[in-house]
Structures are given as C-alpha cells and as structure tokens.
C-alpha cells in the first residue's frame, strides 16, 4: 500500500506555485486560489517526508474525519444545491480517500441565504458564525456565487494546534463553487472533485495538526 504520507503530500504540494488555471473552451477556470505554503509548512512537509523515507510507516487503523457541510447561497440560487447532490459529494470523497484509510463522517448540513456571504469575500463573517467542531474536523462552505467568477475553490494549509477565537481557527475551512458538486451546471467541473482536490490541502493536518492521528500512523 502506498504511505498515506506520500500520498499526502503529493496531493498538498501538487501545484507549489500557486494558483492552478485550467482552460475550458473560451473560459479559464482557476482550479485552485490557495496561495503558496510558508516556508514552516514546507519544512514540516518535508520532515514528515524524510521520516517516511527512514521508517517503515504503516497504517494501524482507519481515520475519520469529522465533517460539516454548508451551503450558502444567494436568494437568486436560493435551493439550487440539494441535499441529493451533497450525499452524492460525500461519496465522491470518500471513494477518492477510502484506499487511504480515510473516511469522511458527515455529522451536519445547514443552508444560508446570505448575497454578501455567497460571494466568498467576507470569510471573517461567514466562517466563525458558521463553523463547527474542532480544528481536526473539515467544514466545507458551497457558495454559489464564488468570486472571482473563475475560481473553482481554495482551502488553507494547517498552522497548528489552534481553538475558537484564533483567527486562522476561525477562518480554517474550503470554499467550493456549489456548481462543482455531482449534477452541478459547471460543465467538465461537476463531478465533486473539486472538493477532493482542495480537502488535499486542508486535510494534511491530520498528520500535522492532531497528535493523537499521528501517532496512529507512527507508532
């Protein structure tokens, strides 16, 4: 079985140089807005990757990750995301990172209409009223009109071990242009893996961030 680490790793280093443009007909798609990684979250990254290539790390048991759903639309789009197409996103998830040992435990779904919240340009808003659980969890926030118009989704690199009130806490979370989810109206896009791309990111806390998930795999 591959290393859960490498695989990590390749999915959070697959673009080190920013931001990812894909071209679609007469459109350019920006795949992904995260920026590029600090200098500490590499150096943790290649650690981790140095302790792989020195010990022989297996898998003692599966992950789960807590996760939360939130779909926050504008009145125009208001219903246009279904509870129907989310279970089919989850499933995308989890048959994309099941091989792995993770598996991705929909705990909540809630839905807002808010016009200023569904662009994705007041995150210092939207995500600490939102949020939920703890900093190893996963909280994911469909939008339904994105900005800018291009950009399919982002998602921050871990910093640490953080708590309600920290602004990297507060602000932790992917955005996901809604119409990248299975059946979504983003032709080429809408198979749900957008969502896979960018939980790549977010989800390398697990070894990072959590000790007791690391020692999972360390032990």
């Known amino acids: 079985m591959v290393?859960?680490?490498t695989i990590l790793l390749a999915l959070v280093i697959s673009h080190p140089h920013g931001v990812f443009s894909v071209a679609v007909s007469n459109n350019t798609y920006i795949r992904c807005g995260d920026p590029v990684?600090?200098?500490?979250?590499?150096a943790t990254a290649e650690a981790l990757y140095n302790l792989n290539e020195r010990r022989d790390l297996v898998e003692r048991q599966s992950i789960s990750v807590d996760t939360y759903f939130h779909v926050v639309t504008s009145?125009?789009?208001?219903?246009?995301?279904?509870?129907?197409?989310l279970n089919s996103q989850l499933a995308v998830l989890n048959r994309s990172y099941n091989p792995?040992?993770?598996t991705f435990n929909l705990i909540d779904t809630d839905f807002t209409v808010d016009?200023?919240?569904?662009?994705g340009q007041y995150d210092s808003e939207m995500k600490p009223a939102l949020r939920k659980g703890t900093y190893e969890d996963l909280n994911v926030y469909f939008l339904t009109d994105l900005q800018p118009a291009a950009l399919l989704g982002m998602c921050p690199f871990p910093a640490g071990q953080l708590g309600p009130g920290d602004s990297v806490f507060d602000l932790d979370g992917c955005k996901i242009r809604s119409t990248t989810v299975p059946g979504g109206s983003l032709i080429n896009y809408n198979q749900g893996m957008t969502l896979t791309h960018e939980v790549g990111h977010c989800e390398y806390k697990i070894l990072v961030v959590s000790p007791r998930r690391s020692q999972i795999l360390l032990d």
């Open 3 to 5: 290393l859960l680490i």
């Open 115 to 119: 016009n200023n919240w569904a662009t």
């Open 37 to 42: 990684p600090t200098s500490d979250f590499l």
């Open 100 to 102: 792995y040992g993770i």
């Open 75 to 85: 009145a125009a789009r208001n219903g246009s995301v279904t509870v129907t197409q």
